[in-house]
């Protein structure tokens, strides 16, 4: 129960009118740490209720200040504009019964209003690194009275060449009191780096280890001859799956909007979503899935990185992701606050290789299926190799070497591993996962 924690009444309130019962794993773990004034590293995937684990404490901190808006007292920092824009709501739904204001930062909108913005002062402000900083070096922003700064998919925002703006920021709030960082994998010698650099002495929550990634989704792989067929087959599934809401995830913007054209000509509502599009287009491709207007959203990775939309329970992998922990951020999309989901990954000759180090990597073997109505020729490599290096890192290309250096065989499983109950790091008791809840919106 959230009343466990000793939050704010006010919060509790919010807390309740969003029909919130029991918290996530990652909430129970964090707040009450958080709420200590603890430095947090959290691991913890997208869709775990990582948002509220952090939000909640933050306005505790500020529910009370007798001066409000005078300084800005809170900073979150944030991979994405759609990832910010989605925790300025999850902010501003659990403040709706206090006096604090937030606002938000991100590129794509207009400089001046976002200056006029920050003129009136919000308590909390939450941005991605770019702009803030743009509005930092034009005098707009003032952070030496932030108390506290969360920085969210923090392995993302190093992906995506923020650690320099991000240790930046950072560096402009000395006062600040407490720092929280949250990131979907444990990330690489780049992530250990910054929390070195940011954190003081951190409380590290494991809540996500990579073998129960996406509890509740069926992870399949169907193979294909060539891109042509891999279209057939989403046809294929687009028409005889049930679903709710789905993705397709391409490896590049031409692909996506290849894919997208074919299913406009078919009648599907679909809307597409990579880095060409203006923030217009991708604001109203996120309004339109979620309110049910599209069902199928055609994306690559940076685009729809940390979607939080209700139903979406069909994830297809036109293209294999390049990296194990890009697969577990696009799943990470289905199966979230305990619903059923399925991923379905379309595998030709030359992305064999690469699936099945990211299996090797999860520890897991994809569900083998076929349609019989969409069948090819192609069924992967007689042999595989025995032993190799797993997809954890980021490979630039498929390996393209495909079936010749095979050695031994594999053999595959009619059913994916059922997943291991999350894990908990520091000396926390494993975690039950709780039963899915409604959420509010
Ligand atoms: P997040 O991982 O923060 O993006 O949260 C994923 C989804 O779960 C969001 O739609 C949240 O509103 C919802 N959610 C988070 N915590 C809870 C909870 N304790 N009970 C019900 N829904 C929740």
Not at 131 to 153: K, T
Not at 347 to 373: A, P, T
Request: a positive charge; aromatic letters at 4%; one cysteine or more.
């Amino acid at each position: 129960m959230f009343s466990q924690f000793a939050l704010h009444e006010r919060l509790l309130k919010a807390v309740a009118e969003l029909k919130f019962v029991e918290p996530t794993p990652v909430q129970a773990a964090a707040i009450p740490l958080a709420l200590q004034g603890r430095d947090l590293r959290v691991t913890a995937q997208t869709g775990s209720g990582k948002t509220a684990a952090f939000v909640l404490p933050m306005l505790n901190r500020l529910v009370d200040l007798k001066q409000k808006r005078v300084e800005i007292r809170a900073l979150v920092l944030l991979p994405t504009r759609e990832l910010a824009q989605q925790t300025l709501k999850e902010v501003e739904r659990f403040s709706q019964f206090t006096f604090i204001k937030a606002g938000l930062i991100t590129g794509g909108e207009d400089f001046k209003e976002q200056a006029a913005m920050l003129r009136k002062v919000p308590d909390v402000l939450i941005g991605t690194p770019g702009r803030l900083l743009e509005q930092l070096n034009a005098g707009n922003l003032h952070l030496e009275h932030v108390q506290v700064i969360v920085l969210d998919e923090a392995d993302r925002m190093l992906d995506m060449g923020f650690a320099e703006d991000v240790e930046r920021l950072c560096n402009e709030c000395p006062n600040r009191e407490q720092t929280m960082l949250f990131s979907a994998t444990t990330g690489g010698a780049g992530l250990r780096d910054m929390i070195g650099k940011v954190l003081k002495t951190p409380e590290h929550l494991m809540l996500n280890s990579v073998s129960q990634l996406a509890e509740g989704t069926r992870q399949q792989i169907i193979t294909a001859d060539h891109n042509q067929h891999k279209e057939q087959i989403v046809q294929w599934l687009l028409q005889n799956e049930t679903y709710d809401k789905a993705i397709i995830f391409t490896n590049t913007r031409v692909m996506a909007d290849r894919i997208y054209g074919h299913l406009v000509a078919k009648d599907y509502k679909a809307f597409v979503l990579h880095g060409d599009k203006d923030q217009k287009d991708r604001k109203l491709a996120i309004e339109r899935l979620k309110q049910g207007g599209a069902k199928i959203l055609v994306a690559t990775d940076v685009a729809a990185r940390g979607l939080d939309v209700d139903g979406l329970d069909l994830v297809i992998n036109f293209d294999m992701p390049r990296s194990g922990d890009e697969y577990v951020h696009r799943i990470g999309r289905t199966g979230r606050a305990g619903n059923e989901g399925l991923a379905v990954s379309l595998i030709c000759h030359g992305d064999w290789n690469l699936m099945s180090s990211i299996e090797r990597y999860l520890k897991q073997s994809f569900e083998r299926r076929v349609i019989k109505e969409v069948k090819g020729t192609y069924t992967g490599p007689k042999k595989v190799k025995a032993s190799g290096k797993a997809a954890g890192v980021k490979k630039k290309k498929a390996d393209k070497k495909g079936d010749k250096k095979v050695v031994a065989k594999r053999k595959p499983t009619a059913k994916p591993k059922p997943n291991a109950p999350l894990a908990s790091a520091d000396g926390l008791a494993p975690l039950k996962r709780r039963k899915p809840t409604p959420t509010a919106e």
